[in-house]
Every structure is written in structure tokens, then in C-alpha cells.
């Protein structure tokens, strides 16, 4: 066997002891691969939903959202997204590659008593803060080598261990030690380092996952409203919004499969045989595109019943997605078509907090991965609470309107397409949008 280095990040040196794995790994490189709602090919979020500019209009993902690709492509997408105005903190680079952990490992040396003799795990808890607090743009040049091996396994013992310090640190302030938990949780935990929810705080843009009081949508949001926490604010309501990234994990520990000791290894990973070895597949990729080695391990049913199961959770799903992500855009013009009419902040603020809420529980739903399938019933409930919600603030949008003397419908402008939705977008940041109210004027007794 050649001794890994315990900080090597090229994962083609790993494939001198593991040939097996860094094969299945390079699979990722087919970026065509596709299912009714996923895969690795190209997929414009903005342009199937044109719903999704005006739901972030203010913030990067109105301007590019495109499907994630295999973990090869980590850093370059990261890289080239239209969201990347280089700009960004050195937090951005997380979970985009295995650089990551020793560029934080070399900051630590400088603080720990031992540097020759600490763990990985050690020395890049003790840098984090350091990294954190540095610009994209510091590392541009040192981060080259995308998502791999030294990001979930210990290169001495080849055991999967954590590398990245927000998910070790949020354990600890629930009372957890992440290290002593089975092997079977640690093949879904390593994925759960970057498959989550998170926020950068404070000033040093430190990386934390806000499950202090739970990992459910409300406990989340209970935890930002405590902490006065915002992502951005909505260009055409003004509303201070969260942007939920992909709590994958946080669905799943709640499902059926997590209930039953199912790992995401399990499904994403399965065992292949070759030549008499056993090996997991090291080629992530949704469990419709082989079925055979994931779904069928556990249920006895053909490859098209499965997939036909499959798809029909995920479309109820997506409905309940569709009716949720409609009825938040109305409400931000509804707010809109308020602040035109000349209502104050404070005659808003219950307006815009329920917004805030019903965008937050749609995207919980829909930033993470699966169409709902990780936790059917669990994303139905939060979605139907995101209608909810996004209708409870429109019926207060009207009846604000009606003390005004407005009593029509608001004229909602033409969002159907993604460029008509940007356009709107840059209008609204222009202070030039367009008139919701049809020209109407408020009277002076109104006013009174």
C-alpha cells in the first residue's frame, strides 16, 4: 500500500491503494445524466421557474440557478456561477473541496500545542475561524481539487470521519459528540458536512448550522428571528428574507429510511461487485439511475414500478410546490402594490413576516434535493403551511389596500418567462417598477 499523505487533496494519488472507487468516482464526470427531476445534466431553474427570479429577486440566485452537477465539477461551478461576483467571503468554498480542511489544518498549526501530532480534525477546528474570515478570492489559487477523498475518510485507517468543523461544532452544542457514533450514522453524517442548512454569522462569516433548538423549518426559523438574521432583502417587497441552502439532512432525519437505519450511502452509494471485491460505488448519483444496486436491495418490486412510485410521490410534490411558489410571488407584488399606495413599514411588518415564513418552509422544500422524495409526507406538510401562510399575508395585503379605498384587483405584471421576470426584477431595484394599482389615486379622505 503508498502512504497517503494525511493532508493529500488530489484524490487521483488515493487511487494507487483504491482503484475501484476513484473509477466509480470519475463517473461523475458524465454530466448528461438525467431523471424527471434530477440528475447531473443541464437543468436552468430560472428558466423552468420563472417563479424562482421573483421569489430571490435581490439576491444572486435570481440572476443564475442552475442543478448542481457530480462532486467533480465542485470548484468549477462554484467558480463560473453566475452568483460569483468575487466578492465573496473564503466561507463560500466550504464544502467545494477536500483544500478546504488543510487550508484551514495550516492556520491551526499555528494555534494548537502539538501541530506535528494533531488530527486533521483538530487542527482545522482550530483554523476555521481564521479561514472563515478571509475573501473568496484569498484562495482562489490553493483551492484546485474538487470534492474527494480526504473530505470524508482518514487516509491512515481509510475509517470515515468529519472533516469539516460546523457540523462537528453543531453536534457539540446539542450535547453530541460526533465522533462516537455508529459506522452506519457516519455514512450519512459525512454527507450531512455540506449537505444541510447553513448561515455565515457575524462579521467573520463564521460557517454554523442554526440547529440550536432543532433541525424542523419552524425551530430554524425561530432560531434566525431570535438571532435578527437576514440573507437579503426581497428588491420588490422589502421583506428581510432567509435563503434555506439544501437541508437534505434535515428532511431525511425525520423519514422513514432514517427510522430504519438507512444511510444515505445506502441509496447514493450501494455495494458493487467486480472481479470478487466488494466496494461501495463511489459514483453519487440519484438511486433512479441504478436502481438494480439501491431501491431493489430493500424492495422486491420491478425497476418501472419502483421508478413509477417514485415519480408519482415526487409530482405530488412538485404541485405542491408550484401552488406555493405562485402564491408567495403574488404576495411580494401584493406588498409591492402596498408600499405603493403610500403604507408605512409598520402597517407592513406582520405582512412581510408571513412572507418571510411561507418562503422559508418553500424553501425548505425546494433547495433540497429529491422533490420531496427524502421525507414525502413531512415536505407536503411544510408546503402546505407555506400556501398557508402566503395566503394569509395576501388577504391582509387586500384588506390594507381596501383602508386606502383600492378594492380591485392588484394589476400583477407579466412574469412568465425568465427574462420578463429579470427585467421586472431590475425595474423594482431601479425604483422604476411598474404601476400595480392601474393608475389609481388615493383620495384625500382616505389619507385622513
Not at 275 to 304: F, M, T
Request: charged letters at 25%; one cysteine or more; hydrophobic letters at 35%.
Amino acid at each position: 500500500m503508498t502512504q497517503i499523505d494525511k493532508f493529500e487533496t488530489d484524490n487521483s494519488k488515493w487511487a494507487e491503494n483504491w482503484p475501484r472507487e476513484y473509477a466509480s468516482f470519475r463517473e461523475m464526470d458524465d454530466d448528461t445524466t438525467k431523471t424527471k427531476y434530477g440528475g447531473s445534466g443541464e437543468r436552468d431553474y430560472l428558466a423552468e421557474t420563472p417563479e424562482n427570479v421573483i421569489l430571490f429577486a435581490g439576491y444572486g440566485f435570481s440572476k443564475d440557478y442552475l442543478q448542481a452537477r457530480g462532486h467533480t465539477y465542485a470548484v468549477k461551478d462554484i467558480t463560473e456561477t453566475g452568483r460569483n461576483n468575487g466578492k465573496l467571503p473564503a466561507t463560500c468554498w466550504s464544502c467545494k473541496s477536500p483544500d478546504v480542511p488543510r487550508m484551514m489544518s495550516e492556520f491551526g498549526k499555528k494555534k494548537v500545542d502539538n501541530p506535528d501530532t494533531a488530527t486533521l480534525q483538530e487542527l482545522a477546528l482550530a483554523g476555521a475561524g481564521e479561514f472563515y474570515s478571509h475573501s473568496w478570492n484569498d484562495f482562489k489559487d490553493d483551492i484546485t481539487h474538487p470534492i474527494g477523498c480526504l473530505d470524508c475518510h482518514d487516509p491512515d485507517t481509510m475509517r470515515l470521519r468529519i472533516s469539516r468543523p460546523a457540523l462537528i461544532e453543531a453536534f457539540e452544542r446539542q450535547g453530541k459528540d460526533v465522533n462516537k457514533v455508529s459506522h452506519q450514522e457516519m455514512r450519512t453524517l459525512v454527507c450531512a458536512q455540506c449537505h444541510v442548512e447553513y448561515y455565515f454569522k457575524g462579521k467573520g462569516k463564521y460557517l454554523t448550522f442554526p440547529w440550536d433548538g432543532g433541525m424542523s423549518p419552524e425551530a430554524m426559523e425561530e432560531y434566525y428571528n431570535d438571532a435578527d438574521f437576514k440573507d437579503w432583502t426581497h428588491a420588490i417587497s422589502k421583506t428581510p428574507m432567509i435563503k434555506m441552502q439544501h437541508p437534505d439532512y434535515e428532511v431525511y432525519s425525520t423519514s422513514v429510511h432514517a427510522f430504519r437505519c438507512v444511510s444515505c450511502a445506502d441509496c447514493h452509494m450501494p455495494y458493487r461487485s467486480e472481479g470478487g471485491a466488494k466496494y461501495s460505488d463511489h459514483h453519487l448519483q440519484s438511486p433512479l439511475l441504478n436502481i438494480a444496486n439501491s431501491c431493489a436491495v430493500c424492495h422486491r418490486w420491478s425497476e418501472d414500478e419502483t421508478r413509477g412510485r417514485v415519480n408519482a410521490i415526487q409530482d405530488k410534490n412538485a404541485e405542491g410546490r408550484s401552488r406555493a411558489e405562485r402564491a408567495i410571488t403574488l404576495a411580494h407584488f401584493d406588498i409591492a402594490a402596498c408600499m405603493q399606495i403610500g403604507a408605512t413599514d409598520d402597517q407592513l411588518a406582520s405582512i412581510r413576516a408571513l412572507v418571510r415564513t411561507a418562503q422559508m418552509n418553500w424553501d425548505y422544500v425546494a433547495a433540497n434535493n429529491g422533490m420531496g422524495f427524502h421525507n414525502p409526507q413531512e415536505c407536503l406538510r411544510i408546503l402546505a403551511k407555506a400556501v398557508e401562510k402566503a395566503q394569509e399575508a395576501r388577504v391582509e395585503a387586500v384588506r390594507l389596500l381596501a383602508t386606502y379605498g383600492y378594492t380591485k384587483q392588484v394589476a400583477y405584471p407579466d412574469f412568465s418567462s425568465k427574462e420578463k421576470a429579470q427585467a421586472l426584477n431590475s425595474a423594482f431595484i431601479a425604483g422604476e417598477g411598474p404601476d400595480l394599482l392601474g393608475g389609481f389615486k388615493v383620495s384625500k379622505a382616505a389619507l385622513n
